[in-house]
């Protein structure tokens, strides 16, 4: 650990600013960096990532539903989503962060999806749509990174985005040799890596951002990624939200039934019912007793966003980097619904009513095409 100390002290100084800016902690990360010189590391993983204690799927009626459209439900919950947005109370937040390598190495956000809409323009263009039912601006954050945030940047000015759309950096850290010492990719530099979507929490707190809402009556934040388009704002959804908020919900995830999909899947372990990735599970527990998984797109009551004490699980993972092995440590957004009252929700993922369409690649983006026109036509997106 000297050696790693005495490395991280000869950094550029311009590497060290951008790391002291965007959440780096030297004494955390000697200390994840010491934890890889313990043991093998499949036992080591093993040990840090499975939940103790027994794991159960959840229980009937523990995964709500939307009403159907046209009951008198449904409208009453539209009418208090809608006023909801008319106080000013929503605010929508967009993961645009990671490391661009997914897509050609361009940022996924300035991807066309169709027609020379970008992931980016249809996001800015929802926006519009939704501000001006609420009549009102709706926030609108973007969670960059250090590989994303020039370039969103640079695009936000070229559309003219209105002084309500901002956007803050998530973590960054660097990579550790398997035997934790610092790693250096063949240019001979410390390489660089966002630290996962569980940044947003902390580099949502540091940006001020959460503040202002507050101060202004702001209560409930929208969290999705900006590739998933059919996680768009329903008055609906928000509804169903602020009622459960009134009996004591900080969280609604929602959740969309399995088709072969693998992820984190809503499970009672160590006293709650929280998402756990199926990594985490004990080998006991059968993850197909489970129908749903996270679409990772999550309501959160603003005030806790900005104060509750949260604690990370900071999980190793092992990338090849310049044909090397390279460690780095992540977290996962997910959990907060281990450390907040959380519900959940079952969206659809069908047609026009789709609220997961997740585009990783172009591969997939090609597939889903057809569904996610037909979505941002229906939503104000084109």
């Not at 993961?95 to 300035?110: C, D, F, H």
């Not at 501000?131 to 601006?137: D, K, L, P, Q, V």
Request: aromatic residues 6%; charged residues 25%.
């Amino acid at each position: 650990m000297d050696s790693l100390a005495n490395a991280l002290a000869a950094l550029d100084s311009d590497l060290r600013k951008r790391l002291n800016g965007a959440g780096f902690v030297q004494e955390h990360f000697l200390a994840l960096a010491a934890t890889l010189r313990e043991g093998d590391a499949a036992t080591r993983r093993r040990t840090r990532n499975t939940v103790k204690g027994k794991v159960e799927a959840p229980r009937p009626g523990e995964i709500a539903t939307l009403p159907a459209e046209g009951t008198p439900e449904h409208e009453r919950l539209k009418a208090r989503g809608e006023e909801a947005m008319r106080k000013g109370e929503l605010a929508f937040c967009t993961m645009a962060g990671g490391m661009a390598t997914r897509m050609g190495g361009i940022v996924k956000a300035l991807a066309e999806v169709t027609d020379g809409h970008t992931f980016l323009a249809m996001r800015l263009a929802e926006n519009r749509s939704a501000s001006a039912r609420a009549g009102r601006a709706v926030p609108l954050w973007l969670m960059t990174s250090e590989a994303t945030h020039d370039d969103i940047l640079h695009a936000l000015a070229k559309a003219a985005a209105p002084s309500h759309v901002a956007a803050f950096r998530q973590n960054l850290s660097l990579r550790l040799n398997p035997d934790g010492s610092l790693f250096l990719g063949d240019d001979g530099k410390p390489s660089e890596h966002a630290t996962g979507h569980g940044d947003l929490v902390d580099a949502l707190r540091r940006s001020h951002l959460l503040d202002r809402f507050l101060d202004s009556g702001g209560k409930y934040v929208w969290i999705t990624n900006v590739d998933n388009l059919g996680a768009s704002i329903d008055p609906v959804v928000l509804g169903q939200f602020v009622d459960a908020v009134d009996k004591g919900t900080d969280v609604q995830c929602e959740v969309c039934r399995k088709e072969g999909d693998k992820g984190g899947i809503p499970v009672h372990a160590e006293g709650k019912l929280q998402v756990l990735e199926e990594f985490r599970l004990p080998p006991a527990f059968d993850p197909t007793t489970v129908s749903v998984f996270n679409t990772n797109t999550f309501l959160v009551r603003a005030a806790p966003l900005a104060k509750h004490p949260l604690t990370w699980t900071y999980f190793e993972v092992e990338k090849q980097v310049d044909g090397q092995p390279a460690i780095q440590f992540e977290r996962l957004l997910q959990e907060i619904t281990a450390q907040m009252p959380s519900t959940y929700l079952e969206v659809s993922r069908d047609g026009a009513a789709s609220r997961f369409l997740p585009v990783k690649d172009f591969d997939e983006l090609a597939k889903r095409r057809a569904t996610i026109e037909l979505v941002a036509r229906a939503r104000g997106m084109m």
